[in-house]
Nanobody, 115 residues
C-alpha cells in the first residue's frame, strides 16, 4: 500500500504561483507512476500531470507550459509547480500513485485562484 499526504494548496491571485507537495509512505523507486489530478465543482476528476518511474511525463493540454511535475527521491516526495494560475485552475488537487496495478489517492488540497 501507499499513503500519500498533500500540502501546499491555498488562495492565490490570477497570474500567481503555488507549489504542491505529495509525500509518499514508500520509496518512489517502488512506484510505477506518480500523478496529480484535480476536480472542480460539478466536474469529473481529470489528470493534470504524471511522471513514470522512468521519468516520462505527460500533462493536460490546459496546463502545458505552466505546470511542472518533479520528484525528490531522497524525500519520496512529488511536487507540482504551478505558474500563471488562472481562475479555471481552481479545484481540489489530488496526488495519485500507481503501485502494483492499484491506484492510491491522497486526501486532496484545495487550490483557489481568485482576485
Amino acid at each position: 500500500q501507499v499513503q500519500l499526504v498533500e500540502s501546499g494548496g491555498g488562495l492565490v491571485q490570477p497570474g500567481g504561483s503555488l507549489r504542491l507537495s505529495c509525500a509518499a509512505s514508500r520509496s518512489l523507486f517502488s512506484i510505477h507512476r506518480m500523478g496529480w489530478y484535480r476536480q472542480a465543482p460539478g466536474k469529473q476528476r481529470e489528470l493534470v500531470a504524471a511522471v513514470t518511474l522512468g521519468g516520462v511525463t505527460n500533462y493536460a493540454d490546459s496546463v502545458k507550459g505552466r505546470f511542472t511535475i518533479s520528484r525528490d527521491f531522497p524525500k519520496d516526495t512529488v511536487y507540482l509547480q504551478m505558474n500563471s494560475l488562472q481562475p479555471e485552475d481552481t479545484a481540489v488537487y489530488y496526488c495519485n500513485a500507481r503501485h502494483n496495478d492499484a491506484d492510491y489517492w491522497g486526501q486532496g488540497t484545495q487550490v483557489t485562484v481568485s482576485s
